[in-house]
């Protein structure tokens, strides 16, 4: 499995916007490929990658709130208080935006309870 579609998780923070990684410098967290643009974004990853893998496993945040698993978008993406949140599609998108920090408290409860 790759993870967030081949997009670097380390540009969303240092460049503002998903940069396709190498299919050469790569590290596995949680079951999942990640890869990487450059060797110091893929050591960045490794040293914490709690700082930089997606929430909710990739998941979108929108669906997890609901109890639901879609898979997110790295296309569709917004970081909230230095924590990286996909969407399913720019419509979700919007949806999630009206109440981000009510969906990711209830989607942090959801989370919570499937990895429980």
Not at 12 to 22: E, I, L, R, W
Not at 38 to 63: E, H, K, M
Request: aromatic share 16%.
């Amino acid at each position: 499995d790759v993870a967030l579609q081949g997009y670097d998780p380390v540009t969303y923070f240092t460049d503002g916007k998903p940069v396709k990684g190498s299919d050469e410098i790569t590290t596995e967290y949680m079951g999942a490929i990640f890869r990487f643009m450059t060797t110091d974004n893929r050591d960045l990853f490794v040293s914490d990658p709690t700082a930089y893998a997606p929430q909710y496993g990739g998941y979108c945040a929108w669906a997890m709130a609901d109890g639901k698993h879609a898979k997110g978008d790295a296309r569709y993406w917004k970081i909230v208080d230095g924590k990286l949140y996909l969407n399913y599609n720019s419509g979700i998108q919007k949806k999630w935006e009206v109440d981000i920090p009510g969906f990711i408290e209830d989607a942090n409860r959801e989370w919570e309870m499937i990895n429980n």
